[in-house]
T-cell receptor, first 111, second 113 residues
């Protein structure tokens, strides 16, 4: 069964304290690995898509990496405005292209 | 460029009633997907429409249905509402079926009492 697992469920950081979020996936034929940010009461906001092992993408303080079994979202010197829930999703292969989401990591960054 | 628009934002319904939610995708996007988000289960795929045809369906009962119009706008219907249907319903659009990028709307918060 296709599955995406995120850890930790919650993460509290001090401003400037770098860390990483993990996304492990077991899917039949990965077409893409997506990272989203979701703020309370809003829909997920697209961050990155990764397609093949070894690929990396960066945006401001965030960097996403991909291996054959997991993806990491590295947060460098976070600020309070980075506080949100970060979701990863795997897009499966074949004719069905729906996203399978993990349950997210809730990040809190304290000043 | 306008984003994905979902209406209404909030809805309160009684058990046994039915509800229709609406989603207007980004202009030019032909694929619309629907997801249910709850604290316990996270985001779960409901269905995807492309060019007015349902292309993909998740594991939800037949009470959940949808359709897409020729202008790509989509509606989702839930009949015989149950308390467990209370959730944030999210719509996402993309330019192709099963495409590389999905843009989500802000969702409709449905509460069943």
């Amino acid at each position: 069964e296709d599955q995406v697992t995120q850890s930790p469920e919650a993460l509290r950081l001090q401003e400037g304290e770098s860390s990483s979020l993990n996304c492990s996936y077991t899917v039949s034929g990965l077409r893409g690995l997506f990272w989203y940010r979701q703020d309370p009461g809003k829909g997920p906001e697209f961050l990155f898509t990764l397609y093949s092992a070894g690929e990396e993408k960066e945006k401001e303080r965030l960097k996403a990496t991909l291996t054959k079994k997991e993806s990491f979202l590295h947060i460098t010197a976070p600020k309070p405005e980075d506080s949100a829930t970060y979701l990863c999703a795997a897009q499966t292969g074949g004719s069905q292209g729906n996203l399978i989401f993990g349950k997210g990591t809730k990040l809190s960054v304290k000043p | 460029k306008a984003g994905v628009t979902q209406t209404p934002r909030y809805l309160i319904k009684t058990r046994g009633q039915q509800v229709t939610l609406s989603c207007s995708p980004i202009s030019g996007h032909r694929s619309v997907s629907w997801y249910q988000q709850t604290p316990g289960q996270g985001l779960q795929f409901l269905f995807e429409y492309f060019s007015e045809t349902q292309r993909n369906k998740g594991n939800f009962p037949g009470r959940f249905s949808g359709r897409q119009f020729s202008n790509s706008r989509s509606e989702m219907n839930v009949s015989t509402l149950e308390l467990g249907d209370s959730a944030l319903y999210l719509c996402a659009s993309s330019s192709q079926q099963g495409a590389k990028g999905y843009t989500f709307g802000s969702g409709t918060r449905l509460t069943v009492v």
